[in-house]
């Protein structure tokens, strides 16, 4: 088992940046390539950005590049996601996942899920 927990979330105004973090337990975290999805309700959850598990290749939601940068500290079982020029359709829940096959851009491509951190971008 592995258990993610996002942290950095919360109200920015438009043009504000914010950096989530997500820590890792369970399992040697750089076996797992990472990513990050976001959901609003009664919408699906959708893409955000993932990176491999040596941090060596990155991919991003066309929404969001340019914005956003994920990193990660293996060193300290965590994956970053730096959110710079926020905008109030940014707006939703934000989930850190983990998958122990290869990185994808489908919720259903993960094993694993955090509970979610929210992020309000105010107009």
């Known amino acids: 088992q592995v258990q993610l927990v996002e942290s950095g979330g919360g109200l920015v105004q438009t043009g504000g940046s914010l950096r989530l973090s997500c820590a890792a337990s369970g399992r040697t975290f750089s076996d797992y390539a990472m990513g990050w999805f976001r959901q609003t309700p009664g919408k699906e959850r959708a893409f955000v950005a993932a990176?491999?598990?040596?941090?060596?290749?990155?991919y991003y939601a066309d929404s969001v590049k340019g914005r956003f940068t994920i990193s990660r500290d293996n060193a300290k079982n965590t994956v970053y996601l730096q959110m710079n020029s926020l905008k109030p359709e940014d707006t939703a829940v934000y989930y850190c996942?983990?998958?122990?096959?290869?990185?994808?851009?489908?919720?259903?491509?993960?094993?694993?899920w955090g509970q979610g951190t929210q992020v309000t971008v105010s107009s």
């Open positions: 996942a983990a998958t122990s096959v290869r990185v994808g851009k489908r919720s259903y491509d993960y094993d694993y």
């Open positions: 990176i491999s598990w040596g941090g060596s290749s990155t």
